[in-house]
């Protein structure tokens, strides 16, 4: 059995009004639309690292839980994650983790088998996401996609380019399930 297309569809007072027949053309608009929402209705967080973020001390990394933490509300499902550099610096690689945590007890594990990160090569504003080629970025590679309500995600930067980098930040899109 096919899944039905996702459109996003307006429905008219005629088509439900009372007394009025249900059809399968009426029923086929409910099922596309239902579809729409599945699949359309995303959030988002967003981790950044604003201003220069290259540290005085490179020994002194990685730094764990930057910017903020997210707790999912509901059970969750990630479909994408996005990296993007605002200012490249001088030489190196940035690279970022997102760590998750299950609500109850539990260690901080990597949601990635291929963390995202940039070199130094990389053009100023410039953007890689899943299954992406761009020049000087490796693109992430999820390992983890499902998350239950509660469970906890935060950024971790475990490299950063040397020199003057100005801002970068780690995009996830995520949706009930």
Request: overall charge neutral.
């Amino acid at each position: 059995m096919g899944v039905v297309e996702s459109i996003r569809s307006m429905f008219y007072d005629e088509e439900v009004r009372f007394r009025s027949s249900v059809s399968e053309s009426l029923m086929a608009k409910i099922a596309r639309s239902v579809n729409f929402i599945n699949t359309a209705h995303t959030e988002r967080a967003v981790f950044t690292l604003s201003g220069n973020y290259s540290p005085a001390n490179p020994g002194s990394l990685p730094f764990l839980g930057i910017d903020q933490s997210i707790i999912f509300a509901k059970n969750s499902e990630i479909v994408a994650v996005n990296i993007w550099n605002r200012k490249t610096g001088a030489t190196g690689t940035t690279e970022l983790d997102i760590k998750w945590k299950p609500q109850v007890g539990g260690v901080w594990q990597s949601i990635f088998s291929t963390t995202p990160k940039f070199n130094s090569s990389v053009a100023d504003f410039t953007a890689c996401g899943i299954g992406d080629t761009v020049a000087g970025f490796v693109a992430p590679v999820l390992t983890k996609t499902n998350y239950d309500a509660k469970d906890m995600i935060r950024m971790d930067l475990l490299q950063a380019v040397s020199g003057q980098p100005n801002g970068c930040s780690l995009e996830i899109i995520y949706r009930p399930r």
